[in-house]
């Protein structure tokens, strides 16, 4: 999370990378953009980690239709 938000790779993809710099200014979407992070955490199966990053971007997606996007 934290290299995501100061614009570094986080490991988890661009569109997962964009898409909690975009929400993490919103702060009704703060924690759930956290616990999506922080469920990611270290996955050393490859396979699993692409399903588990897939499920990642569909939750901020949806939370992001949600909430809005664009800053607090």
Do not use: C, Y
């Not at 929400?23 to 469920?39: F, K, Q, S, T, Y």
């Not at 990053?53 to 239709?65: D, E, I, P, S, Y």
């Amino acid at each position: 999370m934290t290299d995501a938000l100061r614009g570094d790779p986080s490991g988890f993809g661009d569109a997962f990378d964009a898409l909690v710099r975009e929400l993490w200014p919103i702060e009704a979407a703060r924690n759930e953009v956290d616990a999506i992070g922080n469920g990611l955490g270290s996955i050393a199966d490859p396979l699993d980690h692409a399903s588990r990053v897939a499920t990642a971007v569909g939750r901020l997606q949806a939370l992001k239709a949600r909430v809005g996007g664009g800053g607090a």
